[in-house]
T-cell receptor
Framework: ETGVTQTPRHLVMGMTNKKSLKCEQHLGHNAMYWYKQSAKKPLELMFVYNFKEQTENNSVPSRFSPECPNSSHLFLHLHTLQPEDSALYLCASSQGGDGYTFGSGTRLTVV | AQKITQTQPGMFVQEKEAVTLDCTYD???????LFWYKQPSSGEMIFLIYQGSYDQQNATEGRYSLNFQKARKSANLVISASQLGDSAMYFCAMREGHRPWGGADGLTFGKGTHLIIQP
């Protein structure tokens, strides 16, 4: 596989559920990112990881918990979400400030 | 203040015509990069073209070119000879600062332009 792969593509969860989103990159990049894309809003940067260390958290609620076990894998653990958290969650990777590559996203619906 | 402004929420264009999508940006950093992405209904963000702040010439990639006007802080995307498959959302994005190899900076995105190509 090449590029950035996200699973699952679609997810429906209740507000009391716990689920995880997975992202994997096969590009040898050092940095990985989580973005949230809500309807009619620009993409919002959520978290930045560099060599598996978190370097940026843009005031994201604690019900979103990222994990980066190595430079190739990134997870977003979800618990007690709200309906307004329904969105497309995009993962990206880059090599420094170049080569930003995005996955196809996970479309999340919270019911 | 918005860092990336895309003033065209939607555009309808006839097939084979050229299209210009507007993007203005705001930064005080002398070193930055500007990106354009295409997002079809499937959701993935497809990289189209990149322009660095120190690049002397406008970037080109096949049918895509970037009209970079640094003094006006403008980075418009031009698509020549539009095709039906060009129908999608288009996003302008910026990376501020210059990270050496091994750094990490997120991109700041505009709200996007929904382009529809009509036959």
């Amino acid at each position: 596989e090449t590029g950035v792969t996200q699973t699952p593509r679609h997810l429906v969860m209740g507000m009391t559920n716990k689920k995880s989103l997975k992202c994997e990159q096969h590009l040898g990049h050092n940095a990985m990112y989580w973005y949230k894309q809500s309807a009619k809003k620009p993409l919002e940067l959520m978290f930045v990881y560099n060599f598996k260390e978190q370097t940026e958290n843009n005031s994201v609620p604690s019900r979103f918990s990222p994990e980066c076990p190595n430079s190739s894998h990134l997870f977003l653990h979800l618990h007690t979400l709200q309906p307004e958290d329904s969105a497309l969650y995009l993962c990206a990777s880059s090599q420094g400030g170049d080569g930003y590559t995005f996955g196809s996203g996970t479309r999340l619906t919270v019911v | 203040a918005q860092k990336i402004t895309q003033t065209q929420p939607g555009m309808f264009v006839q097939e084979k015509e050229a299209v210009t999508l507007d993007c203005t940006y705001d930064t005080s950093d002398p070193s930055y990069g500007l990106f354009w992405y295409k997002q079809p209904s499937s959701g993935e963000m497809i990289f189209l073209i990149y322009q660095g702040s120190y690049d002397q010439q406008n970037a080109t990639e096949g049918r895509y070119s970037l009209n970079f006007q640094k003094a006006r802080k403008s980075a418009n995307l031009v698509i020549s000879a539009s095709q039906l498959g060009d129908s999608a959302m288009y996003f302008c994005a910026m990376r501020e600062g210059h990270r050496p190899w091994g750094g990490a900076d997120g991109l700041t995105f505009g709200k996007g332009t929904h382009l529809i190509i009509q036959p």
